[in-house]
């Protein structure tokens, strides 16, 4: 029942990952189109503090949540329309109101990993933002590594049979 759960949970993983991949792909796309329909080139107008968010190590399936700064190093109030993660198991928030010039706000970013010990996390955060380039964030991590099975296979004596008594010192 565990690996077809894990099999499960991973199949919604890697959709989930392509759904997010593909909207940031749109996003960017039509942000470019905007500007240049508008005779301008996009520039940046928010910038991500900190640009890489390290979770260091974390439990397997448990959430943890960070915050994160969106700071509008522009010269008119910005809105963040929404942000995205490249997985699902990375959860953003965006701010709802619009950020005036050199505010800033915080933001929340949560993750969840997978039971799968010792695997290591780079996921992106894209904060898309209205009639800009997007923002982003690097979230890393590792889930750690505390139980440990070593040999993979243990040998038993056969049923109705005793097993060797080990010799006392």
């Known amino acids: 029942w565990r690996s077809a759960e894990q099999g499960r949970l991973q199949r919604e993983a890697a959709a989930a990952h392509a759904m997010a991949e593909r909207a940031g792909k749109d996003a960017e796309r039509l942000d470019a189109e905007a500007a240049a329909r508008a005779g301008e080139t996009p520039i940046e107008r928010v910038r991500v503090e900190p640009a890489e968010l390290d979770f260091g190590d974390l439990l397997p399936d448990i959430q943890v949540s960070r915050t994160v700064r969106l700071r509008n190093i522009g010269d008119r109030p910005v809105r963040v329309l ?19 010039p050199g505010e800033t706000v915080e933001t929340e970013i949560s993750v969840r990993p997978g039971v799968t010990q010792g695997e290591r996390l780079s996921k992106r955060v894209t904060y898309e933002v209205e009639g800009a380039l997007p923002a982003f964030c690097t979230v890393k991590g590792t889930v750690g590594t505390y139980l440990r099975c070593v040999p993979t296979t243990l040998d038993a004596p056969a049923a109705g049979t005793e097993a060797p008594r080990s010799e006392e010192h």
Request: with cysteine; glycine share 6%; proline share 16%.
């Open 82 to 100: 929404r942000a995205v993660a490249d997985c699902g198991c990375t959860m953003p928030t965006a701010p709802r109101d619009p950020i005036a």
